[in-house]
Structure formats: C-alpha cells, structure tokens
C-alpha cells in the first residue's frame, strides 16, 4: 500500500541540530559530478547539499575544470581529478576517490558525469565498492543502463546504505521496460527494483515515489509541473546526500528530501511562478521550507 507522506512525518524524522555542534557534527559529503559539457550539475548539487545542513562538501571535480569552477563555488571545496581528452572524470580517479571518502560520511555520484566509457566504469566501481552511504543518480545510474550490464546492480548485496534516485526513464532502463510501463505501475516497478538492488529507490516525477528494500513505500504530496525543468534533479541529489551525510537512514533520507524538494518548489513557484521556474529557484527556497517543516506542529 502506497502511502502519502505528511509535513508532521517528515518533521519527526528531521534529525536534529545540538547547540553546541560544529560543523564535523553534521558530516561530510563527497560528490562526484560535472563534466566539461555539464559543469553547472556540480554547482546545483553542491548548492543544494549546502542548503540542507550537511557540514562540509567537496567536489570531485576534473582537473582541468578546477579554474572554471572555483570562480563561482564559493563553498564546496574542490577536489581535482584525472580527466578524460573528453573532458570528463577518468577510470583512473578511482584510488584516489577511494583514498579520499576514508572518513568522509556520505558520497553522491552521478550528475552530469556523462556517458564516457571510462566515467561509467569509474561509476560502476564507485556503486560496487561503495564504502559510505551513496546516491546514485543520472550518468552514475545510466552506467548500469545497458543490457550487459544491467544485472550488476541485482546481484549486488551490500550492507551500506544507498538511495538510487532514477527518472521514469533512467528507471526503464535499469528494468529493461519501456517507460510506459513504469510510468502505468510507478508504486509497483519502484517496490520491486529497490528489492532486487538492496537500495531505496527514489522514482522521479509528478508524485514521486520512494520504496525501500523492506517494501515501505511513499508518495510525496508536494510538488509541481515547474520543477521538470533541467538541474531539478541535481538539486534533489544534493538534498539527499547532505541528509544521508548527517546519518539519517536511506529510506528517511530520501522521504525528507523529495518532501523538502517538492515544497521548496511549491514555495518558489508562488514567486517565480511554474512556468518561470528554474533548478536554481528550488535552492534559494530550501530555507524556507525547512523552516516551514521545521515548525509543523508534531
């Protein structure tokens, strides 16, 4: 059974913020996103995962990005990366990524990584090896896309916990379906892969789904036709990995955040309106919808 999720549920599983906390209390995000082509993923991402109390936040970003990005990322630290000819993360970060992420508290891979062969292999190992708490979105769910590949994720186990974030399309793939199938059962297609992945899978789109593997599933009340626009989902991944970082449990985490994306997108579309909406107005939103779920009354 599908259940809707409400503002006084998310507030209860909000985790809490001590008064005497530092920012070591509130974890550490990796991301791994951006490309030549799509530098702007990064900056979403990293944007959002700020604006949803995550500590501290580095960017794992190609080298010859450094420059370019480092103008206007003020926050997020960065972290340079052998690169591709193409301009993208190379198979070859992989050490150093590993090296990295020891002690960090949580990793998004995915958003505008591109569909390199050596990224999506770079992505696959990532998913596989993964030894922190992990989102999966966009290029780093499309790495597992193809027919060959596709049955890795099903036949993986692994206790750490994770939340795939695909739209309807990336989800069609990864299930070998069309999307009008997974658009007629979303409850239904979502349950069953975050089954057979061992994640909590977060569906994309107007009423977004998240199951986890123990068959809890959710629909998110909030939201609007606005926020199908590009970055959107950057923006989402952000959200839950800055949630996932301060230890909140995968399924939690993914309930929090497409609750808080939908309202923040609410909220900027009273202003913005939907059709002027842009990923960039969700974040400047956050705030206030978290301080909209912060005073529902339980």
């Known amino acids: 059974m599908v259940e809707l999720l409400s503002q006084q549920e998310i507030r209860r599983l909000l985790p809490e913020r001590p008064g005497n906390s530092h ?46 990005l480092a103008g206007f990322m003020a926050e997020p630290m960065l972290l340079p990366l052998p690169a591709t000819d193409a301009g993208t993360t190379a198979y070859e970060a992989a050490d150093a990524i590993h090296d990295f992420i020891e002690d960090k508290s949580a990793m998004v891979v995915g958003p505008g990584l591109s569909q390199e062969p050596s990224t999506m292999r770079l992505s696959r190992r990532l998913a596989l090896e993964r030894r922190i708490p992990l989102l999966l979105d966009a290029d780093g769910l499309n790495a597992f896309a193809a027919r060959r590949t596709r049955h890795v994720l099903r036949d993986t186990t692994c206790d750490v916990r994770a939340v795939f974030t695909p739209h309807p399309g990336e989800m069609a793939r990864l299930a070998g379906l069309d999307t009008a199938s997974v658009q007629q059962d979303r409850a239904g297609v979502a349950s069953k892969c975050a089954a057979l992945w061992h994640a909590t899978v977060v569906l994309k789109g107007a009423g977004t789904i998240v199951a986890a593997p123990d068959g809890q599933v959710r629909q998110c009340p909030v939201g609007n036709a606005g926020m199908a626009t590009g970055g959107s989902g950057d923006v989402l991944s952000g959200i839950i990995g800055a949630l996932l970082a301060q230890g909140c449990a995968a399924f939690e985490a993914a309930c929090i955040g497409v609750y808080a994306h939908g309202l923040a997108g609410d909220l900027a579309a009273q202003i913005k309106t939907e059709r002027g ?4 107005d969700i974040i400047d939103a956050l705030p206030a919808a978290w301080q909209t779920i912060e005073e529902t009354a339980s």
């Open 23 to 68: 920012k070591g209390t509130f974890g550490h995000l990796f991301v791994l996103a951006g490309s030549r082509r799509f530098s702007g993923a990064v900056k979403l991402t990293c944007d959002a995962a700020m604006r949803s109390g995550v500590g501290l936040v580095t960017a794992g970003v190609p080298a010859p990005l450094i420059d370019a």
């Open 277 to 280: 909406l842009i990923a960039r």
